[in-house]
């Protein structure tokens, strides 16, 4: 059995990290102190400061026509209507700018679906929160006759709220908190349920196949920057809340009952959570249908660098995922030219090997 | 409980025995398992027949009757022998392949839920067979098999050796499986997309787990296949139900646990292999089978015959509803059917497993 115990996994990284206070003494606020500690946030800050620039220009710059970057910045600054500015301003821009909004609202669902179920595995994806923010708009394309982001958008929160809490009910059927594996194992079953169904009415029908047959393979490059507009204002309330919430989640992660004895409301806290997660998964699975294993991996990498601070990890992991999805997707338009590869295939097939080093590893890295 | 006279003292195995005896053999059959298993099997066998009738051209039960003893009108033999016979004996002998190869597996790993297709074997074995369809263009049934069979093996060595540290643990392996299979699809559903739109469809349809295509000539291959699998898995059965008191007794009991291991898994991955390559992956058979066998016989492991008479009835039973299903509103695959039955199953599988 490769899962972590829940109170092991919220002081593994902390026992590690500090080397002045004992860290179960000092609960909260988790050690600030340690050089090494800052010296890691450091390095991760300015890594992002660079990585996310620079994924934005790859963004802008590569890919089947390949400009170089003083035609990206003239094309950007002089809208004069030739190639290069139609080029950047109707195709490159829209993509680099949800990739980064994607990006960001699923790392920091992972982030905070990771914190909320204590469980190193947990992923929007892998929980089928986007499987089920996917079949309800689906369903809502096939039944209701649903066209455009501003239906897709309620679809999307209701299917994702749903599977959220259908997720955390199976995976917490028994006494206790909710094993890794079963919460996994509990995601993958509904997402194959859910899925299931999905197909079934796209196959059903032609007009939904056409509508939904490219949405559902995750791919930012058909979306348009109306569509983000629309959605935009419910992935900013999902960020904020999530920036709220890191604080007492840090106070979660040693245990219900610590945490309510240190002033948490436990309830209250889960519950946001989990409208959190519903806002961020589902708004970024309107637009793009759904990229797996971002959520899942960006949290752990971030962890590498800031250590188990909920408020460092969560704030982090926002720009850290935006630099993944750019990359994934500039590395999907540059292995398949003329044509590419969805950004969702990408991270897929990036994502499986890291759950894999993941249930791999004897420890997971401390939550 | 023990008689006074008589040397051979009768043991109580918990379930209702009758030992038959000749001068050279001796054999203790489980009644409940046999009666639940033949029933199982005759009930898969009158549903797939019974399914015969129904179609774009609908035929009554005389009718159907009538063409499969070698009477009635020749159009009515044809629709019923050349057309819908092969569906049917599909349905019936990959139910009991899929059952078979759930049996293995979960006996194997000692975990209900460690069946290929949650494992994502026939992940692998579709993405061989898309490969080979839509990039390599060779349609034949012998290359789609072969491809499917070595894409199976593949992934399922994959799957082992990333699960294996110090031995191989049951969940570990579920999660590395899902990994594999989470992979495996995002490529297939990439290579879908690359496809023309009409290939695209077939291969979509078919990539939901679809009876319907099966013709004679892609059954009779399938069928002598399915007969090596067969009795590949009789001359296992013994050493499974041995490695499953753990290796170090399985030796005692004369099992060699290594070849024996080798030969259960290309014969639990041949099995869904062959389903794969004839019908595309049909999803959560193999997973339910097993259990519910195991639950109706009252056994304490799971069981070969009985998990395989279970993947036979539910396997026809799915293809009644989707046949049923295609008929009232629109053709649904029956791989559909059983995700979307056998997920439910998995869900209630969990909470109860939560539960203890």
Redesign the interface.
């Known amino acids: 059995?490769?899962?972590v115990p829940p109170e092991a996994a919220g002081t593994a990284g902390a026992g590690r990290a500090s080397p002045a206070p004992g860290p179960s003494s000092r609960p909260e606020p988790p050690p600030r102190g340690g050089r090494h500690r800052a010296l890691g946030r450091t390095v991760g800050v300015l890594l992002l400061l660079v990585a996310l620039p620079s994924a934005g220009t790859a963004s802008l710059a590569w890919g089947t026509n390949p400009l170089t970057l003083d035609q990206v910045w003239w094309g950007l600054w002089r809208r004069d209507g030739a190639e290069a500015d139609l080029i950047v301003w109707t195709l490159r821009v829209p993509r680099t700018v949800v990739g980064v909004l994607v990006g960001a609202a699923f790392g920091m669902a992972g982030a905070l679906i990771q914190a909320l179920t204590r469980n190193p595995?947990a992923d929007p994806g892998?929980l089928g929160v986007n499987a089920g923010a996917g079949f309800a708009v689906t369903l809502g394309v096939g039944l209701l006759g649903l066209t455009g982001m501003g239906g897709y958008v309620w679809c999307a929160f209701a299917g994702a709220a749903v599977a959220t809490v259908l997720v955390y009910l199976?995976?917490?059927?028994?006494r206790g908190p909710?094993?890794p594996?079963?919460l996994?194992?509990?995601g993958?079953?509904?997402g194959?349920?859910l899925t299931?169904?999905s197909?079934?009415l796209t196959?059903?029908?032609e007009h939904t196949?056409r509508s939904v047959?490219?949405w559902g393979?995750g791919s930012i490059a058909r979306v348009s920057l109306d569509d983000t507009l629309a959605v935009l204002p419910f992935l900013a309330t999902g960020m904020l809340l999530a920036l709220l919430l890191s604080r007492p989640l840090n106070s979660l992660a040693l245990g219900d009952d610590l945490a309510s004895s240190l002033g948490v409301r436990v309830v209250r806290t889960r519950v946001l959570g989990i409208v959190a997660v519903t806002l961020l998964a589902g708004g970024a699975t309107a637009l793009t249908g759904g990229l797996?294993?971002v959520g899942l991996m960006v949290p752990h990498v971030v962890r590498w660098f800031v250590g188990p601070d909920q408020r460092w990890i969560i704030a982090c992991s926002a720009p850290a995922a935006a630099v993944l999805v750019l990359a994934a997707d500039v590395l999907g338009r540059l292995v398949a030219r003329p044509?590419e590869?969805?950004v969702?295939?990408v991270t897929?097939?990036v994502?499986?090997?890291v759950?894999?080093a993941l249930?791999?590893a004897r420890r997971a890295s401390g939550l | 409980m023990a008689r006074s006279e008589g040397p051979p003292p009768r043991v109580d195995f918990g379930y209702a025995t009758r030992t038959v005896r000749t001068r050279s053999f001796s054999a203790r059959i489980p009644l409940r398992s046999l009666t639940i298993t033949v029933l199982l099997f005759a009930l898969a066998a009158g549903v797939a027949v019974g399914a015969l009738g129904i179609g774009d051209y609908p035929l009554t039960v005389p009718e159907v009757g009538a063409a499969l003893t070698g009477g009635g009108e020749a159009f009515h033999r044809t629709i019923v022998v050349a057309w819908r016979l092969p569906v049917a004996v599909a349905v019936v002998v990959f139910g009991a392949l899929l059952g078979v190869g759930g049996a293995i597996f979960q006996s194997l790993t000692r975990n209900p839920?460690g069946s290929p297709d949650?494992i994502g074997f026939d992940a692998g074995s579709y993405t061989a067979v898309v490969l080979t369809l839509l990039v390599v263009g060779s349609g034949g049934y012998w290359s789609i098999a072969s491809a499917s069979l070595l894409g199976g093996l593949t992934t399922a060595f994959a799957v082992y050796l990333?699960?294996y540290?110090r031995g191989v643990?049951g969940?570990?392996l579920?999660?590395?499986g899902?990994?594999?299979s989470?992979?495996l699809?995002?490529?297939n559903?990439?290579l879908i997309?690359?496809a023309d739109i009409d290939d695209a469809?077939t291969v979509?349809?078919w990539g939901?787990g679809s009876v319907t295509r099966v013709t004679w000539d892609g059954m009779t291959p399938a069928l002598v296949i399915a007969a090596l699998v067969a009795l590949a898995a009789t001359a296992l059965a013994p050493s499974l139900r041995r490695l499953e008191l753990g290796d170090d007794a399985a030796v005692t009991q004369g099992a060699r646990p290594g070849p024996a291991r080798l030969g259960l898994l290309v014969t639990g991955v041949a099995t869904t292999a062959l389903v794969t390559a004839a019908a595309g992956p049909i999803?959560?058979v193999a997973l339910v089978a097993p259990q519910l066998a195991r639950r109706l016989t009252r056994t304490p492991g799971v069981g070969l015959l009985s998990a395989a008479a279970m993947g036979a009835a539910l396997l026809a039973g799915a293809h009644l509803l989707s046949l049923v299903l295609s008929q009232v509103?629109?053709?649904?695959?029956v791989g559909?059917v059983t995700?979307?039955l056998g997920?439910?199953y998995?869900?209630r599988l969990?909470?109860r497993?939560?539960?203890?």
Do not use: K, N, W
């Not at chain 1, 199976?170 to 028994?174: D, K, L, P």
């Not at chain 2, 497993?353 to 203890?356: D, F, G, T, Y």
């Open positions: 059995m490769t899962r595995l892998i199976i995976g917490s059927a028994g909710a094993r594996v079963t996994v194992l509990a993958v079953a509904l194959a349920v299931g169904f197909t079934f196959l059903i029908d196949f047959r490219t393979l797996a294993f044509s590869v969805e969702g295939i897929a097939v994502g499986a090997p759950l894999i249930v791999r | 839920l949650v990333l699960a540290r643990q969940f570990r579920i999660v590395v899902i990994g594999v989470a992979m699809g995002s490529v559903a990439f997309t690359r469809m979509g349809f939901a999803g959560f509103y629109r053709p649904v695959p559909l995700v979307c997920g439910l998995l869900i969990l909470v497993e939560a539960r203890r």
